[in-house]
C-alpha cells in the first residue's frame, strides 16, 4: 500500500515551457486535491476533485489545469510556467461522507514536488 | 469566509516540558477541524481532527487538542515533549455545510531541546 505517490520530485522549468505533475493513490479514496505550499503561507488549495468525474477551482487556480483520469489519478498541469509559480506541490487524498459529513475526514499527502522556475 | 491563525512562527520547550500550539479559526457553521505535522522534506501527516462530540481529542505520538467553541481555539498539547517532536505543525478548518476546501494555517515550527 504506496498511498500517494506524486511524479517528479523535482523539477526545473524555464519560463512559458509547459509540464504535468502526476498523483495516484491507493486507498481508494474519492476526493482528491492539489496543494502548492509556499514559505509562511501554509498550504493553498490550487484545486480539488470531491469525486471521479468532478473538478473545482480553489483558492489559486490561475495558471492551472486538472484532470481526474480515474479514481486513482489526479493530475495537475501549468501551460505556460511562471517565476511565481516556484513551489512545493502536494497531492492529497481522503475519502468522502455523505451530507453534513462529507468533509469531515483527513487528507493523506503524498511526498511533494519541488518545482522552480527561472 | 474561513480563515485560520497559528500565531506563532515557533515555539520552543526543553525536552519532558509540555507543549502548546495554538490555533483559532473562523468559520461558517461547526467546523471541522485538523492538526497535521510536517517532517522535513515530507509530505504533510494526519494527527488529529475534532469533527463533533467530546472538546478533547486525542490523537496521534501522544498529542491532544482541545476545541473550545467560544473562544473559536484549538490548541494543540503534548503533556511530555520529545525531541523527535521538532517539526512544522498544521492547524486546519473545514465548514460543515458540505464543501472541501480546506484552509490551512501558515505552520507553526516546534523545536525541542533537549
Known amino acids: 500500500n504506496a498511498g500517494v505517490t506524486q511524479t517528479p520530485k523535482f523539477q526545473v522549468l524555464k519560463t512559458g515551457q509547459s509540464m504535468t505533475l502526476q498523483c495516484a493513490q491507493d486507498?481508494?479514496?474519492?476526493?482528491m486535491y492539489w496543494y502548492r505550499q509556499d514559505p509562511g503561507m501554509g498550504l493553498r488549495l490550487i484545486y480539488y476533485s470531491a469525486s471521479e468525474g468532478t473538478t473545482d477551482k480553489g483558492e489559486v487556480p490561475n495558471g492551472y489545469n486538472v484532470s481526474r483520469l480515474n479514481k486513482r489519478e489526479f493530475s495537475l498541469r501549468l501551460e505556460s510556467a511562471a517565476p511565481s509559480q516556484t513551489s512545493v506541490y502536494f497531492c492529497a487524498s481522503s475519502l468522502r461522507g455523505t451530507g453534513y459529513l462529507a468533509g469531515a475526514y483527513e487528507q493523506y499527502f503524498g511526498p511533494g514536488t519541488r518545482l522552480t522556475v527561472t | 469566509a474561513q480563515s485560520v491563525a497559528q500565531p506563532e512562527d515557533q515555539v520552543n520547550v526543553a525536552e519532558g516540558n509540555p507543549l502548546t500550539v495554538k490555533c483559532t479559526y473562523s468559520?461558517?457553521?461547526?467546523?471541522?477541524l485538523f492538526w497535521y505535522v510536517q517532517y522535513p522534506n515530507r509530505g504533510l501527516q494526519f494527527l488529529l481532527k475534532?469533527?463533533?462530540?467530546?472538546?478533547l481529542v486525542k490523537g496521534s505520538y501522544g498529542f491532544e487538542a482541545e476545541f473550545n467553541k467560544s473562544q473559536t481555539s484549538f490548541h494543540l498539547k503534548k503533556p511530555s515533549a520529545l525531541v523527535s517532536d521538532s517539526a512544522l505543525y498544521f492547524c486546519?478548518?473545514?465548514?460543515?455545510?458540505?464543501?472541501?476546501?480546506?484552509?490551512f494555517g501558515a505552520g507553526t515550527r516546534l523545536f525541542v531541546k533537549a
Open positions: 486546519a478548518v473545514r465548514g460543515n455545510t458540505g464543501g472541501f476546501k480546506t484552509i
Open positions: 468559520v461558517s457553521g461547526n467546523p471541522y
Open positions: 486507498m481508494n479514496h474519492n476526493s
Open positions: 475534532y469533527i463533533t462530540g467530546d472538546n
